[in-house]
Antibody
């Protein structure tokens, strides 16, 4: 079964750090780009970060740039999100998602988040 | 940055109704748009990719259309299990992936 399972969420004080993990199974993890998407309580989906298949390229939303670091260990089939200098506004459910995109005939990378984890809750509060 | 504007933000309809949600991009995004369904307490699920392609295993009552700046998501005959929040997402402006604000669909 194709599956993503997040862990590592919890309660942390403002300014603190947390590392989220996303364990992948049932597919060739090293072949896919991966993402983190978050959702604050009662709010919509917000893309956070992306990493390419071999980990050589990453990108971030402006709201987390310089504070969050995405990484992956293809030998362990695991995606990570290191979150530093956490703020109250980072409080959210964090989802990891697989991107089954590909480069089309014009060389453009098409994207679709086709597999999602169940999410892990991060609460930043004193 | 590309902004995605979904409307309506909420919608109440009866079982069997045809339901339409629109998503407007702030600039031309070709067909680089996906639609997701999120049921309460659950992770999102991909329904439509590249504006009009139905994801494998998704019922055919769901469809998408549009290109450029204006997109439409349609449920041809609303079923009780379709109660959820629906999001559009653009991926034209990589590496930024912007979601719409969501449309909450309820049964009347």
């Amino acid at each position: 079964e194709v599956q993503l399972v997040e862990s590592g969420g919890g309660l942390v004080q403002p300014g603190g750090s947390l590392r989220l993990s996303c364990a992948a199974s049932g597919f060739t993890f090293s072949s896919y780009w991966m993402h983190w998407v978050r959702q604050a309580p009662g709010k919509g989906l917000v893309w956070v970060s992306r990493i390419n298949s071999d980990g050589s390229s990453t990108s971030y939303a402006d709201s987390v740039k310089g504070r969050f670091t995405i990484s992956r260990d293809n030998a362990k089939n695991t995606l990570y999100l290191q979150m530093n200098s956490l703020r109250a506004e980072d409080t959210a459910v964090y989802y990891c998602a697989r991107d089954r995109g590909y480069y089309d005939s014009s060389g453009y990378y098409t994207s679709a988040f086709d597999i999602w984890g169940q999410g892990t809750m991060v609460t930043v509060s004193s | 940055d590309i902004q995605m504007t979904q409307s309506p933000s909420s919608l109440s309809a009866s079982v069997g109704d045809r339901v339409t949600i629109t998503c407007q991009a702030s600039q031309d995004i070709s067909n680089y748009l996906n639609w997701y369904q999120q049921k309460p307490g659950k992770a999102p699920k991909l329904l439509i990719y590249d504006a009009s392609n139905l994801e494998t295993g998704v019922p055919s009552r769901f469809s998408g259309s549009g290109s450029g700046t204006d997109f439409t998501f349609t449920i041809s005959s609303l079923q009780p299990e379709d109660i959820a929040t629906y999001y559009c997402q653009q991926y034209d402006n990589l590496p930024s992936y912007t979601f719409g604000q969501g449309t909450k669909l309820e049964i009347k």
